[in-house]
T-cell receptor, first 116, second 110 residues
C-alpha cells in the first residue's frame, strides 16, 4: 500500500539555524499538509498546499516558515531561523482529491525536530 | 477559532473492559475522522464519518457521529493490550484542514 514518507526521521539543530524537512506524498495525491505535534500535545495544523500554492495556513505558520514542491514528488517545509519552541514532531499528510472535504488524509511517520 | 475537545484525557482499563472516548466540537463539522497514535508513532487513520447520526463498526470499535454533527464517540468493546495508544478525533470543517481533538490516552492492563 502506498505510504507518505518523510526524511529525516530526526533532526537536531542549533537555535537560529535553518532546517528543511522533506516529504514524499502518495503519488496520485493532490493536496498536501504539514502538521506539528509538540511532545504530549495534540496535532496542530500548519499549512495546506494545492496546485503549487498555499491553500490555507494557521497562525503558527509565520514568516519563518515556508513550503515548496520543488519537483513532482517532494514537498518540503523550511524553517528559516529555528527557535526552541519549534521543537516538535512534524507530520506531512496528503489527500487524493481536491475540493472534496470528505477525503481521507494519510500521514507520514514524522520528523522529530529538536532545537538546542 | 474552532476547538475540538475530547474526554477523558486518560483512561486506564483492565483488559477485557470496554472503553469510550467522546469528542465535542465548538462548530458544526463536515465530517469527523478518527486516528490512533501509538507511543512514538504517527496518527493512523481509522475511519471517517460524514452523515448526521452515522454509526460505523470496525470489529470491536464502534464510531458514532452526532445528529448535530458537533460530537462523536469511539467505543471499544473488550479492550486488548494492542488497543493502547492515543485516540484522536479530527474535525473537517468549512476548509480542508483537520482540527484535531485533544486526544484520549488509553492504557490497558493485562
Amino acid at each position: 500500500e502506498p505510504e507518505v514518507t518523510q526524511t529525516p526521521s530526526h533532526q537536531v539543530t542549533q537555535m537560529g539555524q535553518e532546517v528543511i524537512l522533506r516529504c514524499v506524498p502518495i503519488s496520485n495525491h493532490l493536496y498536501f499538509y504539514w502538521y506539528r505535534q509538540i511532545l504530549g500535545q495534540k496535532v496542530e495544523f500548519l499549512v495546506s498546499f494545492y496546485n503549487n500554492e498555499i491553500s490555507e495556513k494557521s497562525e503558527i505558520f509565520d514568516d519563518q516558515f515556508s513550503v515548496e514542491r520543488p519537483d513532482g514528488s517532494n514537498f518540503t517545509l523550511k524553517i528559516r531561523s529555528t527557535k526552541l519552541e519549534d521543537s516538535a514532531m512534524y507530520f506531512c499528510a496528503s489527500r487524493r482529491l481536491a475540493g472534496a472535504r470528505t477525503d481521507t488524509q494519510y500521514f507520514g511517520p514524522g520528523t522529530r525536530l529538536t532545537v538546542l | 477559532g474552532q476547538q475540538v475537545m475530547q474526554i477523558p484525557q486518560y483512561q486506564h482499563v483492565q483488559e477485557g473492559e470496554d472503553f469510550t472516548t467522546y469528542c465535542n466540537s465548538s462548530t458544526t463539522l463536515s465530517n469527523i475522522q478518527w486516528y490512533k497514535q501509538r507511543p512514538g508513532g504517527h496518527p493512523v487513520f481509522l475511519i471517517q464519518l460524514v452523515k448526521s447520526g452515522e454509526v460505523k463498526k470496525q470489529k470491536r470499535l464502534t464510531f458514532q457521529f452526532g445528529e448535530a454533527k458537533k460530537n462523536s464517540s469511539l467505543h471499544i468493546t473488550a479492550t486488548q493490550t494492542t488497543d493502547v495508544g492515543t485516540y484522536f478525533c479530527a474535525g473537517g470543517g468549512a476548509t480542508n484542514k483537520l482540527i484535531f481533538g485533544t486526544g484520549t490516552l488509553l492504557a490497558v492492563q493485562p
